[in-house]
């Protein structure tokens, strides 16, 4: 039996489309389909239940995932029992939101290649909804986004929150600390509309009563930087993605006597039977997070 084919039935059966499975192996939607056709002759049964044009497995479709995944999984067993000792091949393909981006991932990747030689990837950035859609249907196999995503095959594990922070420019915003009725007076940018930063700000500011006079919706931190720069506004964004950036660029962390909620993130990714590829990354990101996590936090700079 060709464990290829195995696999091609596996990924078809777990995102419930062959042309997603075909996606996720790189194939043909007809060469995938082949390779179905194939199986389901040496087996001499039928495996997918083709007289509707909604998906579904027959019975003895589900039967056999059973054993796909105990194939796979041998499979996986053997080549690491067997292994030459050679680095570990490693494709991935990551989705990050944008404040994942500005603080850990970069340095976490490098760190990732430097243990892993081999290590292929494509990186996409994009926000929490379009990232979750894309782990569910197959077309990623790892993302970092704030909420976690669910479904057949998909894992998620928590990561640690990243403090929030208001942030200004140093020319412009000099005072020592801030009380929120000031930040109320003026205009604050944040996450776009319907984000857990944007919620949580205008919570922040229902809870005591104020009324700030603007909130801009930004979708790019980027974007966000640059308005400040630009003396537009304050803005509320991940601490870590501040102090980062302020390596390339002035700005300044502005103390609030309010606290601000952290940003949840969460790790969410596609198991793989033939392979620990992804659980050996996610466990790499974990450690990394965690670690920068447990750092002494640098004091913001504060002008006269």
């Not at 007809?30 to 056709?37: E, G, L, P, V």
């Not at 801030?178 to 930063?197: I, N, V, W």
């Not at 909620?261 to 996610?282: C, F, G, H, K, M």
Request: proline fraction near 5%.
């Amino acid at each position: 039996m060709n464990l290829r084919f195995v696999e091609a039935f596996y990924w078809v059966a777990s995102l419930k489309s062959i042309s997603r499975a075909a996606e996720k192996l790189y194939l043909t939607q007809s060469a995938m389909s082949s390779r179905i056709a194939t199986l389901e002759e040496e087996l001499g049964i039928l495996l997918l239940d083709r007289r509707d044009k909604q998906f579904k497995l027959t019975v003895a479709g589900a039967r056999f995932l059973v054993y796909a995944q105990k194939l796979l999984e041998l499979q996986r067993e053997v080549k690491a029992e067997m292994g030459s000792g050679q680095a570990m091949a490693m494709s991935m393909r990551i989705g990050a939101i944008e404040s994942v981006l500005h603080s850990w991932l970069i340095p976490w990747l490098e760190k990732l290649r430097a243990d892993y030689p081999a290590l292929e990837l494509e990186l996409t950035v994009e926000t929490t909804p379009i990232l979750i859609d894309q782990i569910q249907r197959g077309t990623l196999d790892l993302v970092f986004a704030v909420l976690p995503a669910s479904g057949e095959g998909v894992r998620t594990q928590a990561l640690p929150p990243m403090d929030m922070a208001f942030v200004g420019h140093p020319d412009l915003h000099k005072k020592r600390n801030y009380r929120l009725d000031q930040l109320a007076g003026m205009e604050l940018l944040t996450f776009q509309k319907g984000s857990q930063p944007h919620v949580t700000l205008l919570d922040l500011f229902r809870q005591h009563r104020m009324e700030p006079k603007k909130v801009h919706a930004i979708s790019s931190i980027s974007a966000m930087v640059q308005l400040v720069q630009g003396g537009f506004g304050v803005a509320m964004l991940p601490r870590a993605a501040v102090e980062r950036l302020t390596g390339f660029t002035r700005l300044k962390l502005l103390t609030c006597d309010a606290r601000l909620q952290s940003l949840p993130i969460n790790a969410s990714y596609r198991t793989d039977p033939s392979s620990r590829t992804v659980e050996t990354v996610v466990q790499s990101a974990i450690a990394f997070a965690g670690g920068r996590n447990n750092e002494p936090k640098k004091r913001p700079k504060v002008n006269p």
